[in-house]
């Protein structure tokens, strides 16, 4: 049995997807956080099988998402569709529904967000509701797991027994006139693709011509489609969609005038516009979203983070001493010991003690998130964005990608236009991801460790500061023309489910473990290796004459200028490519330090000038393969991609290279 689980952007599509399956999506207070299908079957019903499909306001393909969600209905033919509708913006979200059910495919509807519709002293009369739109209504709340087995029971009966939606017909007056005689003439077509002629002629009434080509008319039959709509047009004096449109909110208006009794005043909005008239002032707004930004980061990385990160180092280190010694003690021999604690142990410690850190920032960043503030940020920095040629939409990917910029460059696909999307993807590297945070943190310990949250900001404010730059740039020279105008309706405040955020910090720390015991794990075994034993696989006794430092060699004084000019750096970038956290496990094998004393190890190679044009360059440089691998895909441009690549360094060369020069003026 497959299902589509169909709704508006933000009416808790994914949290009732998570409930039903068990697994944990992420989960957003902000449109556009869902771009791919997901599927799961459900938990106690096994033979259901669900899909979560991007939000979508209408089944008119304006977006990319849009197309994604509605073909998959339309083609896909699902067996039911779980059409779920958020209960506090009711109007809106029927809209959708009122399309679903022309489709004529078996349907129930989860009326969402009741705790909140309860809390605000309204109510909503269920059966009304579902007896005016012909099809089950379930009141349910997904984040608190309310009404969802009654959910599952209501859609498996209806679904089973292929119950078809009742009411078909919302249409009236002239509307009506116009959508059934073409319904009738292209009756025969409709039936050949399997799709109601009614949903079709509205489509067709409405303007909407994608389906059209499949049907294969005839250009009599087109004429005499168009003659029709203009007819109604003049008719009415309104144009095409807007007669659609309202016939359709004049039936919901009727439907929610019998269904849904308001509350006096509606609690919940009355406090997101009083918090609104703060956070989202004038002048308030931007002062107050540094404070909260500098707050965050300076709990995770200045007092939380690094005090957890030290005590986490210290065991590893302990651990990694006692295996030494037990191995010792059963005269293991001298290279095997080295592999294991030089190799292993340093590489993979010194990146597993970054887990606190980056478990911290997930954490804030998903309150923030969802708690809907992040939206007010998206909607104040659409001004900011429309200078360098964006619109606020795109603040959503570029803040994931501080996250990491895998899904950062995914999410872009909620973006309406090409040639936002092609410029957001350029610009979301600049945002410094987590993995790049061991780097950062292992340097600040060694080089500033009194000034390590200003270090921190002072990266990621760079980073920012350079995109704008390159978003000015890419606006003048390549990307000329204007970002689509920006709306995006701010969802109420809602206090953050613990339950998802915590299975958000349980998925992140699970792949960051993944990565540090199999890509991290073998990269310090390679490292090893290849600093161990020269070009004739020999045991070397200095390090300097290792196979490794050799390859270096050949490319160290492409960074003298930077102020690193020394093998072991140039190796530590070299596989920072594969993954950021590798340049940090890297230093750590090559200097044999394990994490307590590597950054002591890191003074012999660098001065503080020099680690921070360092720290500049893997701000900067190329992102991971991974990402690189994102952006071909999205971008579907291989060219594009490696543009991309040779910017990004070529830019990072040239900004540390500035910061080292400059800094050994001043500083030196
Ligand atoms: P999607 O965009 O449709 O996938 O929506 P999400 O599942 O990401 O949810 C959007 C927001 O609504 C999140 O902040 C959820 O925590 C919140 N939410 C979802 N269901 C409910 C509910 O039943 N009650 C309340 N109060 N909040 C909910
Ligand atoms: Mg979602």
Known sequence: MNIALVGNQNSGKTTLFNQLTGSNQHVGNFPGVTVERKEGTVRYKKEMNVVDLPGIYSLAPYSSEEKVARDFIVKNKPDGIINIVDASNIERNLYLSMQLIEIHVPMV??????????????????????????????????????????????????????????????????????????????????ERVGVPAKFIATKLVEGDISLRDELELNSNEIDMIDHAVKEMEDELKTDR??????????????????????????????????????????????????????????????????????????????????????????????????????????GVGSVLTFIPTIILLFFFLSMLEDSGYMSRVAFVMDTLLRKIGLSGRSFVPMLIGFGCSVPAIMSTRTLPSERDRKMTIFLVPFMSCTAKLPIYGMFTLAFFPKQAALVMISLYVLGMVLAVLTGLLMKNLIFRGKPVPFVMELPNYRLPGMKSVLMLLWDKTKDFLTKAFTLIFIASLVIWVLRSFDATLNLVADDSDSLLAGIGRLITPVFEPLGFGN?????????????????????????????????????????????????????????????????????????????????????????????YQVGSIIFG
Request: hydrophobic share 50%; with cysteine.
């Open 241 to 346: 969609k807007s007669a659609i449109a309202d016939m359709r909110y004049s039936y919901i208006e009727k439907v929610v005038a019998g269904s849904v009794v308001r509350p006096g005043v509606d609690r919940s909005r009355e406090r997101t516009l009083r918090i609104d008239r703060l956070l989202t002032n004038k002048y308030l707004a931007i002062p107050i979203f540094l404070s909260i930004m500098g707050l965050i980061f300076w709990l995770t990385f200045g007092v939380i983070g690094s005090f957890l990160s030290d005590i986490l180092g210290e065991g590893i280190d302990g651990l990694s001493e006692l295996v030494r010694r037990a191995m010792e003690s059963v005269a293991v021999n001298p290279t095997v010991i080295s592999l294991v604690t030089d190799g292993v142990f340093s």
């Open 567 to 659: 093998w072991k750096a140039v190796t530590a970038l070299l596989t920072g490519f594969m993954a950021k956290e590798a340049v940090i496990s890297t230093f750590a094998v090559l200097t044999g330090a394990g994490s307590a004393n590597l950054p002591e190890a890191l003074n012999a190679l660098f001065t503080p000038v020099s680690a921070y044009a360092f720290l500049v360059f893997t701000l900067l440089y190329t992102p991971c393969v991974a990402a690189i691998a994102t952006m071909r895909k999205e971008l579907k441009s291989r060219l594009l991609a490696i543009a991309a690549v040779l910017y990004q360094t070529g830019f990072a060369w040239i900004m540390a290279f500035l910061f």
């Open 109 to 190: 509807i989860a009326l969402n967000m009741m705790d909140e519709v309860r809390e605000s002293g309204g109510t909503i009369k269920i059966e009304e509701l579902s007896c005016c739109l012909g099809v089950p209504v379930v009141p349910i709340s997904a984040s608190k797991n309310e009404g969802i087995a009654e959910l599952i029971e209501v859609a498996y009966k209806t679904f089973r027994d292929r119950v078809y939606p009742q009411q078909t017909d919302y249409c009236a007056g002239e509307v009506h006139r116009t959508i059934h005689s073409i319904a009738h003439l292209i009756e025969d077509h409709a």
